[in-house]
């Protein structure tokens, strides 16, 4: 009985005294903690202007390759993504975590991640495939088919493209979907064709007409004189003979060159005297529905 008590009080004697040893390094463990995230926070913040640095050097070593703007967006947002996770992993080393257990919770959660992100692993491969096979670069004016989006490309990135309409609204696209999908490319070549329809009355002189026109296209300065430049006849429609202006313009040109072109079109026939008619529709009445049958 005496010794259950010995030990009874023994144990209670050990308890208190680890108790109240906890109690004492408990300040030490807490600020050991705070400095080690204090300097988790201080290798974080200078690692993020070492990412920095090295994305402006492979930035100006690209540029000074004459690398496709679009490329070098690419390889910058890659580089940038690379950089951070490197750092993290190596701040949860430096606060303790086993590197063997972040490298099989990382395996896990790839295999997790890539499962549930699909479409934009998709989109990454689309993006690397668009810098690989190149259907187009930053500036180019593109049209895609699938939704019918289009506008200027301004920046592709990994996962997106990002385009800038006429209006000024800017569409985002998946790379996914872009390198899927076929798409227009209007500004690819240097040169872009341009086609005007206008309509001449019947009773006009369609000699003349396409006289005055193709004195338009040999007058205006954009167009390229040593490239296809004719006015031909369209069609015959309903209510006018239909005429076509062909030409081909610089691809920076054209839109103000169709403008253009075609006002002094319009011009340029009001001075002949040819008139562009209205739809009209003749209605022949039989006699007999005037009259009646008798």
Not at 26 to 52: D, S
Not at 124 to 149: M, S, T, W
């Amino acid at each position: 009985m005496r010794s259950v008590c010995i030990s009874g009080f023994s144990g209670r004697l050990e308890s208190y005294f680890l108790k109240n040893s906890f109690l004492e390094e408990l300040p030490n463990k807490v600020l050991q903690l705070g400095v080690r995230v204090l300097l988790a926070l201080l290798i974080f913040l200078i690692g993020a202007q070492l990412i920095k640095l090295v994305r402006k050097i492979i930035r100006k070593s690209m540029e000074r390759a004459h690398a496709e703007t679009g490329a070098v967006q690419f390889v910058d947002s890659f580089v940038k993504a690379a950089l951070y996770v490197i750092l993290v992993f190596f701040i949860a080393s430096f606060l303790g975590a086993d590197a063997a257990s972040i490298v099989a919770l990382l395996g896990s959660a790839g295999v997790a991640i890539g499962l549930a992100v699909q479409g934009s692993l998709s989109n990454l491969a689309g993006g690397v495939l668009i810098l690989l096979l190149k259907p187009f670069k930053v500036g180019d004016y593109i049209i895609e088919n699938a939704d019918g989006q289009e506008g200027t490309v301004s920046e592709i990135q990994i996962f997106y493209t990002r385009l800038t309409t006429p209006d000024n609204r800017v569409i985002i696209l998946p790379n996914g979907t872009l390198a899927n999908n076929s798409l227009v490319n209007v500004t690819a070549a240097q040169y872009r064709r341009l086609d005007i329809h206008i309509g001449i009355s019947y009773d006009a002189d369609i000699r003349k007409a396409k006289a005055v026109l193709q004195k338009v296209l040999e007058t205006d300065t954009a167009v390229k004189k040593d490239m296809e430049m004719r006015v031909f006849v369209n069609e015959l429609a309903s209510s006018s003979v239909d005429l076509g202006v062909r030409c081909f313009l610089d691809k920076e040109d054209f839109w103000e060159g169709k403008w253009r072109i075609t006002e002094n079109c319009k011009y340029a026939l009001d001075e002949a005297g040819i008139s562009i008619p209205f739809p009209q529709l003749d209605v022949h009445l039989e006699n007999s529905l005037l009259h009646g049958d008798r």
